[in-house]
């Protein structure tokens, strides 16, 4: 449903207006506040020299975006512009309107549904050769369809006009600025506080409505700040709640006066509303009221509306309520979009309304005297609808034109954005550490229902249906949710069909980049190459005819190259393209930031995922700090789409935990759990990614040893992963499997054996269905899993069935390691392993040849990146001296000891939490090697500071340590018995 104009809302004789409506932002009841800043940079955008310039304004719905433009259009028309706010359908006629004037600003609201808008800016080529032209976009997140225009626009052709973003945080700035006189007894307060723009409210709305003006409980939160229009939902509902009764009865009882009460009342409300009881007398106790949720505060002031449709929808012939024929029509019209009459008369039809006998019109009448101006209000009464009326989201996209398709494929593209609060499946998820349980149960995806059925309807028979699917690809994000990604990849399949057919070279490359990362996701790497490779063909050759145009597109294509290369094991050949990529953007001028930006950023991130995969530790960090600077850039002008690119980048920083250096990976891991965390109270698709980054924490943590918060932080994201599992969400069980198996070997390795085993059991089982299904994919956390269950099986003794696990473990990873040199560190752990688990079981001779092996491999990987394969030389090292000194062998163990010991030494220093307890493992079998060796004078020294270091670790650690403690104070009993008798004791 289209915004309606600031003329038409505020039009004599228009519909009957109802306190909801006081919300929009065409209305201006509430002084404007609190923007300052973003008006001061819109002026410098305006009087900037170009020509030609666009900006886009991103916000989620209510932070103020059309407000702020119809204060800004005022502004300017006293200063002489031509300030035209285009409504939808009319992009190409308002730029004939303006083609004339000296100074001239177009509005564009909601831009990224306007199917206008690249028309619109292909006039502005055609006709814009004098003055100064603006064109100021609001969308509540830009991302392909805004990229997209550079290509599918002929205004860059040859050319780069300006092009600019900014985001409207929620917060207001310090300056409190009123437009108009304040409502007369308000008293405005200019501190930085949203309490003023709460008062301005309450007062105007009760001044509008004839009623008291309220109390209102607010607590502010500091770390959370509403949006302006949450904040005025607070004071409307205060102040219907105020007088539930009927609009324009002024104060009731004992409420405090405000401006206008007993006064000629505002604008009428149809329905009687609510009768509440209060105490009799003055003897009661007066209580508090409960400081207001501005979350909620849109479903109150809703419930308000719905409640006074009951009479005026009675006689109207439709039943009001839950369930009920008026609010069916309701949602069905203003999900499809056609507010005339006869698109009422349609959406009757396919909520199965039938009015009385007589009474058709005046259900048509009254359905559109009250359509919900505020599309968020429109979306959550939608939302509550369709999930409260079975049936009716099929009966809503039944036989939908192409144009109704297009229409409800954009109201639900919103929706899935910035759900509705009752349409959240998550809104209370726990504090790090907190009880994961108290996750509520899952919502449906009223979002991902409405897209998968629009799309359905969707013409895709021929090659003139081309034109139509692709205005649905550029413009359905991916991030609208689980439901909307399959009906997106079905799409792309045709699209990319029926391009191959009639599409021009652009819309050819186009489809086949975004083919190829589709069958990537559906697990078809090898067969994604060629496409993208083709793609990138096509666009290096527009590119050569024109490349400020096309330049963006190829970077693009590129980024996609690489990610299929990737995907497939080709990880020089992915870095080469990233490279290729990062060089391109350094070409682009600097107007192009909103088009090379997200390319340079997208290449720099998976340049540092490059050279991990290569080994190229030096340059990982430098490519992934580059990439988050700017997504932090991007981030500012779009949080939306760039919020989880940078959780995604600081995630990326758990390679600093791999090579060594945890406390540097902490910072960023915490702060990519806290962007995640609050990412998912809102949209509940971002609950894996979520669960992702607990993980990534909770492994620095523990590498940190810090064991019982990294258990914490463990245990919440299996509890996570377990739900979206449960929920059969598409791709979770490898996730699922990667958190039980993260948990399990936490468990292991802190004496919890039992727990540990049933969770890696649990993990193998998914592992090796996984892997069955998808070896190229899954064997490498195959081989993860039976590794890491031998250890645990061997640490209950159960030695037999460790072996043969780790065996498997060790053909495995010979198999990937002659493939991809990374797996060279997992082979070196499972062969040291397997030296291990021979000599549990007495088969000494077995142990030495893969024990030797992982040292030999371990020094070779030492000598390119020590920070990174240090620890795992030491524990080879340890484990060579241990079997050399089982074979009888003490001399030669000593060399390996003393090396372990050392270097386990350092390691502690920097790492004590962590690294203390090998150490103390590694000094006793020193001690052990010197005394078998015959030297129980230097062997002492060792004994008693094993037994010292295992006695701390007990108290802390009891059921983990006091077995190894036993074992130090036997090897030193033994050494001071060899000292005291050496004749005696060997």
Not at 43 to 58: D, G, H, I
Not at 378 to 394: K, T
Not at 778 to 802: C, I, K, M, Q
Request: proline letters at 6%.
């Amino acid at each position: 449903m289209s915004r309606p104009g600031p003329d038409e809302v505020r039009s004599p004789g228009a519909r009957e207006t109802s306190p909801a409506a006081l919300l929009a932002p065409e209305r201006e009841v509430v002084p404007f506040t609190g923007r300052g800043r973003e008006l001061a940079d819109l002026r410098a955008w305006l009087r900037s020299r170009e020509p030609v310039a666009l900006r886009l304004v991103c916000g989620l719905g209510g932070v103020g975006k059309t407000r702020l433009t119809l204060e800004l259009g005022r502004r300017l028309r006293r200063t002489g512009w031509t300030v035209v706010h285009v409504p939808p359908g009319a992009e190409v006629a308002a730029v004939a309107a303006v083609a004339t004037a000296r100074r001239a600003l177009l509005v564009v609201d909601d831009a990224g549904h306007r199917l206008g808008l690249p028309a619109m800016l292909d006039a502005v080529a055609a006709t814009r050769d004098r003055g100064r032209l603006r064109i100021l976009c609001t969308a509540r997140t830009g991302g392909l369809w805004w990229r997209r225009l550079r290509w599918t626009s002929t205004l860059w052709a040859g050319r780069t006009p300006s092009v600019t973003q900014m985001a409207l945080d929620p917060a207001l700035d310090r300056t409190v600025e009123v437009t108009r006189d304040p409502a007369p007894g308000l008293e405005m307060d200019r501190s930085e506080d949203d309490r003023a723009l709460l008062d301005a409210a309450a007062t105007r709305f009760a001044r509008v409505l004839g009623r008291p003006v309220p109390e209102v409980a607010f607590r502010p939160t500091p770390d959370h700040r509403p949006r302006a229009l949450d904040l005025q939902a607070v004071a409307l509902a205060a102040v219907l709640d105020e007088g539930d009764g009927p609009v324009g009865a002024g104060p009731r009882g004992e409420g405090r006066d405000g401006p206008g009460s007993g006064g000629p009342s505002g604008p009428g409300f149809d329905g009687s509303g609510f009768e509440r009881s209060g105490a009799d007398g003055d003897d009661t106790e007066e209580q508090l009221p409960e400081p207001a949720d501005p979350a909620r505060a849109l479903e109150t002031v809703l419930d308000h509306e719905r409640a006074g449709w009951a009479r005026s929808a009675a006689e109207a012939g439709l039943v009001a309520g839950p369930g009920g024929s008026a609010e069916a029509a309701l949602a069905t019209t203003m999900l499809v979009g056609d507010t005339s009459a006869a698109g009422v008369r349609a959406a009757l039809r396919r909520a199965g309304v039938v009015p009385p006998e007589g009474r058709a019109d005046a259900a048509v009448e009254w359905v559109r005297a009250h359509l919900l101006e505020v599309p968020r209000l429109a979306e959550l009464l939608v939302s509550r609808v369709l999930a409260e009326q079975e049936g009716l989201i099929a009966a809503c996209t039944r036989d939908l034109g192409t144009q109704e398709a297009f229409g409800v494929l954009a109201f639900a593209t919103g929706m899935g954005l910035d759900r509705p609060a009752t349409d959240r499946s998550v809104t209370n998820v726990p504090a790090l550490g907190g009880p994961a349980a108290d996750l509520p149960a899952a919502g449906r995806d009223i979002p991902g229902e409405l897209i998968a059925a629009a799309a359905s309807a969707l013409p895709d028979d021929g090659p003139g249906d081309l034109a139509g699917l692709l205005r649905v690809t550029r413009r359905l994000p991916r991030s609208a949710g689980a439901l909307a990604v399959p009906v997106l990849d079905r799409l792309t399949h045709r699209v990319a069909q029926l391009a191959a057919v009639v599409g021009d070279e652009a819309t050819q490359g186009e489809a086949m980049t975004d083919l190829g990362l589709v069958l990537i996701a559906e697990g078809e790497p090898d067969a994604a190459v060629p496409v993208l490779q083709e793609a990138v063909g096509l666009w290096r050759g527009l590119a050569w005819t024109d490349e400020e145009r096309y330049r963006p597109a190829l970077c693009t294509a590129l980024n996609n190259l690489g990610t299929g290369y990737w995907a497939v094991g080709r990880h020089v050949d992915a870095l080469a393209v990233q490279e290729e990529v990062i060089a391109l953007c350094s070409r682009f001028p600097a107007g192009d930031a909103p088009w090379a930006d997200a390319e340079h950023a997208l290449a720099l991130q998976n340049a540092g995922v490059s050279y991990t995969e290569l080994g190229r530790a030096g340059d990982i960090e430098a490519a992934q700090r580059a990439a988050l600077g700017i997504y932090r850039r991007l981030a500012q002008g779009d949080p939306v789409q760039y919020e989880p690119r940078v959780a995604a980048v600081l995630g990326n920083f758990e390679a600093l935990t791999e090579s060594g250096r945890p406390e540097e990976a902490l910072p960023a891991n915490a702060e990519a759990v806290a962007i995640r965390r609050r990412l998912a109270a809102a949209r509940p698709e971002h609950l894996g990614e979520l669960a992702w980054s607990l993980g990534q924490l909770g492994t620095t943590l523990e590498a940190l040893g810090r064991y019982e918060e990294a258990g914490s932080v463990l245990v919440e994201a299996l509890q996570i992963q377990r739900r979206l599992a449960g929920e059969n969400v598409r791709g979770t069980r490898a996730d699922l499997a990667g958190a039980l198996s993260a948990l399990g070997a936490l468990y292991s390795t802190t004496g919890r054996a039992d727990e540990s085993l049933r969770l890696e059991r649990e993990a193998l089982e998914i592992r090796r269905e996984l892997a069955r299904e998808h070896p190229e994919r899954y064997l490498h956390y195959l081989a993860h899993s039976l590794s890491n269950l031998g250890v645990t099986y061997a640490r209950r003794g159960r030695y037999d069935e460790a072996v043969l696990l780790e065996e498997e473990a060790v053909g495995i990873r010979r198999n990937l390691a002659r493939r991809n040199a990374r797996s060279l560190k997992y082979l070196a752990q499972s062969l040291s392993n397997l030296g291990v688990r021979y000599a549990d079981l007495g088969r000494f001779d077995e142990a030495l040849p893969p024990t030797q092996e992982s040292v030999d491999m371990l020094r070779r990987l030492v000598r390119d990146q020590p920070e990174k394969y240090r620890a795992g030389l030491a524990e080879a090292l340890a484990n060579l001296g241990a079997t050399l000194l089982d074979l009888d062998k003490p001399a030669e163990a000593l060399r390996p000891m003393r090396e372990a010991v050392a270097m386990r030494r350092q390691l502690a220093v920097e790492n004590p939490d962590k690294h203390r307890p090998d150490l103390a493992l590694t000094v006793s079998n020193l001690a052990s090697a010197l005394s078998a060796a015959g030297d129980n004078v230097a062997a002492l020294g060792h004994a008693r500071e094993a037994v010292e270091m295992r006695r701390r670790l007990a108290a802390d650690l009891p059921e983990r340590y006091r077995s190894e403690l036993e074992r130090s104070r036997g090897v030193l009993a033994r050494i001071e018995a060899a000292i005291r008798n050496p004749t005696t004791v060997r």
